[in-house]
């Protein structure tokens, strides 16, 4: 979707995202937070609400919570308080999930993005630290549900924005930027798949200038893919209702992927539902200057201030930057390239092109790339200075790819791909390419441009390829006039 109004509705959009934090221990327990295990092995007394067990505070879920609000531009509280939140399922041991409401570690900031050309401002509400539920599981039971409390006690940071997003396009692109500064940073591992990071998207529909329409939330989108699916399938559903003249009734629904449909679950809770009440075994979170002075101090350069550090430094496109800054791993790599062979424009080319296209059809990440940074510079390094031509370096890049060479000028030297720069050379068999095509040579001498592109050509194949191709065109343009 490509406009704000559809059918005459402007969409409204916010986002609750579940990321859980980079912890080895859960958020109130020393129970491993391993993916993986048996079910009910990493469930320790405190994670099962046994009587008499007292939750104590996981030191790095707190840093992971300041961080984000150091990356995102936050209001870091000084104090906050947890909450109890009430509901009764039968993966919540207690009762009640361990959460944080009226006094969250991480108020307010932004998170930006390109749409298209144009940047867009998601502003937050807050981010807030919580413990995760265990899991129901019901594939592998007839007439009955299981009980995983592997993931009860996990570590989480509930990030919450104003209903800011007017498309499906910019819901998707914030997703990914948030995804972007979670795993960036190093507080997430941004898993979807395994529920590291997962996201709720409220919708609703109003006319132009009207109040707020009522909103339904999609819970656990699981990839971006079927977030943008559900969001377009729910907006559609909902202007449908309106149309007919059905009331929407505030609502949590889940996104079938293989119908492509949302599907209601149950009536939308508020917060006076929840009961919520500040947990007495839990003090305030007291959090002092220096500490966050502390973690500022080893904050990673962020994404877009490495982006315009790429555009000064290296003279580089906007486009190209923010390309090439979605991950650490890209980053990092074109950078080691772009400083092995002086040449930054031509080494952004190789990563967002021949890399990237390797990459994806692989389905691999930048962690398993094939060609090291320092070959990839040198390669260019070749092309640059005219050893070899951009054909040839593709053959190059083949072999190190697939591991037949190791060294860039080894494999040019046994493949016999250097450039014949020699000009004397070059020019006796210009000679005899003008003389073998007579007709060729009255055509571009009478304006046809076909004719001299058809002269190259015979004199590359005449070189088996190995001309520069410059060369050749400086040469016979000289010849021929």
Request: glycine residues 8%.
């Amino acid at each position: 979707m490509t406009t704000n109004l559809i059918q005459g509705y402007e969409v409204v959009i916010g986002f609750e995202t579940h990321a859980q934090l980079a912890t080895n221990t859960k958020i109130f327990s020393r129970a491993s937070t391993a993916f993986g295990a048996e079910p009910n092995t990493q469930a320790c007394a405190v994670d099962l609400a046994l009587p008499g067990t007292l939750p104590v505070m996981n030191k790095k879920a707190v840093e992971c919570a300041i961080r984000l609000g150091l990356a995102l531009g936050s209001h870091i509280a000084p104090e906050s308080v947890f909450a109890r939140k009430h509901y009764f399922y039968p993966d919540l041991p207690h009762g009640y999930q361990i959460s944080q409401f009226d006094k969250p570690v991480v108020q307010g900031g932004t998170v930006s993005f390109y749409l298209g050309e144009e940047k867009k401002t998601v502003r937050l509400v807050r981010a807030h630290l919580e413990a995760d539920a265990g899991k129901s599981l019901h594939e592998d039971f007839i007439g009955m549900s299981g009980i995983d409390l592997n993931r009860a006690g996990t570590a989480l940071l509930e990030i919450v924005t104003e209903p800011d997003m007017r498309s499906s396009n910019e819901a998707v692109a914030y997703a990914k930027a948030l995804h972007q500064v979670v795993t960036w940073i190093g507080i997430c591992d941004g898993n979807m798949q395994e529920g590291s990071f997962r996201c709720d998207a409220n919708v609703s529909v109003r006319r132009p200038g009207a109040p707020l329409g009522t909103r339904r939330e999609i819970k656990n989108l699981n990839s971006f893919r079927n977030m943008q699916q559900a969001i377009d399938y729910e907006i559609r559903w909902q202007i449908e209702q309106i149309e007919d003249g059905i009331a929407i009734q505030q609502a949590t629904v889940l996104f079938d992927p293989d119908t492509g449909e949302t599907r209601a679950m149950r009536t939308k809770e508020d917060a006076a539902d929840y009961r919520y009440f500040p947990d007495p075994d839990l003090p305030p979170l007291v959090i002092a200057p220096q500490w966050i002075d502390d973690i500022r101090a080893q904050m990673p350069e962020l994404p877009q201030a490495m982006a315009q550090r790429f555009v000064v430094q290296y003279g580089l496109p906007e486009y190209d930057a923010t390309t090439l800054t979605q991950s650490q791993a890209m980053a990092a790599y074109f950078e080691a390239a772009a400083q092995a062979c002086g040449q930054p424009k031509l080494a952004s080319n190789w990563v967002m092109g021949e890399i990237s296209r390797r990459l994806n059809a692989e389905e691999i990440g930048m962690e398993q790339v094939k060609v090291s940074a320092g070959q990839l510079g040198t390669l260019i390094a070749r092309i640059h200075g005219n050893v070899i031509s951009n054909n040839a370096a593709r053959q190059v890049f083949e072999a190190l790819w697939s591991g037949e060479g190791v060294d860039v000028d080894a494999v040019i030297d046994a493949k016999g791909l250097k450039q014949m720069n020699d000009t004397g050379a070059l020019e006796k068999i210009i000679d005899e390419v003008i003389a073998a095509n007579p007709a060729n040579v009255e055509q571009y001498r009478a304006g046809k441009d076909k004719a001299f592109n058809a002269l190259v050509g015979q004199v590359m194949k005449a070189s088996k390829g190995k001309a520069n191709p410059q060369q050749v065109n400086a040469l016979l343009k000289a010849r021929l006039n």
